[in-house]
């Protein structure tokens, strides 16, 4: 049975960090897309960040470029988001998801991840930004 296990979550300041930890048991990460979505009260889930398969290349929405870098370690089948200069405004439960391509689509001049592209999800890890 493929799972997704977020861990890392918490309470921290603003302009705190956090790295959150993605592990994945029941299949193998390396043949997917990964991807670290957020949703916070009242909103829609949305996609924070992803990484690809065959070159591990990497997508970031606009508001945590330069904040956050997504990264995989396929020996410990796991995936990680560090998260450094948070907001209050990154307040959310945090989502990781895999899927067997790419999720990131284009649409009306901006770029974002598509959640109906992913197979797999986490069942969450709650990030608080406060002081």
């Known amino acids: 049975q493929p799972q997704l296990v977020e861990f890392g979550g918490g309470l921290v300041q603003p302009g705190g960090s956090l790295k959150l930890s993605c592990a994945a048991s029941?299949?193998?990460?390396?043949?997917?897309?990964i991807g670290w979505f957020r949703q916070a009260p009242g909103k829609e889930r949305e996609g924070v960040s992803c990484i690809m398969t065959s070159d591990s290349s990497t997508w970031y929405e606009d508001s945590v470029k330069g904040r956050f870098t997504i990264s995989r370690d396929d020996a410990k089948n796991t995936v990680y988001l560090q998260m450094n200069s948070l907001r209050p405004e990154d307040t959310a439960v945090y989502y990781c998801a895999a899927g067997p391509e790419s999720p990131v689509r284009y649409y009306n001049g901006k770029y974002y991840l598509e959640v109906g592209a992913m197979d797999w999800w986490g069942k969450g890890t709650l990030v608080t930004v406060s002081s």
């Open positions: 029941g299949f193998t990460l390396d043949y997917y897309a």
